[in-house]
Antibody
Framework: EVQLVESGGDLIQPGRSLRLSCTASGFTFVDYAMHWVRQAPGEGLEWVSGISWNSGSITYADSVKGRFTISRDNAKSSLYLEMNSLRAEDTALYYC??????????????WGQGTLVTVSS | DIVMTQSPDSLAVSLGERATINCKSS????????????LAWYQQRPGQPPKLLIYWASMRQSGVPDRFSGSGSGTDFTLTISSLQAEDVAVYYC?????????FGQGTNLEIK
């Protein structure tokens, strides 16, 4: 059974940093690209960032480019999101999502339960 | 960026009746080399993460009931629930994965009439 478990969410002040983690199990982690998708309270879904299986291809939404860094550790089946210079508008539930296939097959076939990031003074 | 626009924003359908949700992309999301539409549909029940229903515009994900179907090509797509069940109450999102940034529709809230 595929499982994605996010952690690291917290209440944090604007301008500070936070690191999210996602631990994967139930599939061969190294074979798939992974992504972060967020959802602000009561709002829709926003793709944040994605990373290929070997970290050779990394993409970001413009809203987080230059502030967030995605990474992965295939030996630990783990995905990370380093978030710097946090803003109130970064407040959201952050989901870890597995890509459904290789290359450009970037639909998300499994999602974690999410970890909540609240940016407020 | 490719803008995804769903209609309607909300929908109330009687149990057993058909529900139809539309999604329009601001540009074609068909990749010429494979003629595939890079469009997925998700269901999000209250308090739950999204669940993949449909990918490649019309391929049903394993385990998804066959009352769910996807259609369309190019810029216009449709999710149809042929006979609404109580457990289908949710918000539905379309999603283009043709090019980054990968964008979602604003969501359609489906309720029971």
């Amino acid at each position: 059974e595929v499982q994605l478990v996010e952690s690291g969410g917290d209440l944090i002040q604007p301008g500070r940093s936070l690191r999210l983690s996602c631990t994967a199990s139930g599939f061969t982690f190294v074979d798939y690209a992974m992504h972060w998708v967020r959802q602000a309270p009561g709002e829709g879904l926003e793709w944040v960032s994605g990373i290929s299986w070997n970290s050779g291809s990394i993409t970001y939404a413009d809203s987080v480019k230059g502030r967030f860094t995605i990474s992965r550790d295939n030996a630990k089946s783990s995905l990370y999101l380093e978030m710097n210079s946090l803003r109130a508008e970064d407040t959201a539930l952050y989901y870890c999502a597995k890509a459904g296939g290789s290359g450009r097959t970037v639909y998300f076939d499994y999602w974690g339960q999410g970890t909540l990031v609240t940016v407020s003074s | 960026d490719i803008v995804m626009t769903q209609s309607p924003d909300s929908l109330a359908v009687s149990l057993g009746e058909r529900a139809t949700i539309n999604c329009k992309s601001s540009q074609s999301i068909v990749y010429s080399s494979n003629n595939k539409n890079y469009l997925a549909w998700y269901q999000q029940r209250p308090g739950q993460p999204p669940k993949l229903l449909i990918y490649w515009a019309s391929m049903r994900q394993s385990g998804v009931p066959d009352r769910f179907s996807g259609s369309g090509s190019g810029t216009d797509f449709t999710l149809t629930i042929s006979s609404l069940q109580a457990e289908d109450v949710a918000v539905y999102y379309c999603h283009q994965y043709y090019s980054a940034p990968y964008t979602f529709g604003q969501g359609t809230n489906l309720e029971i009439k």
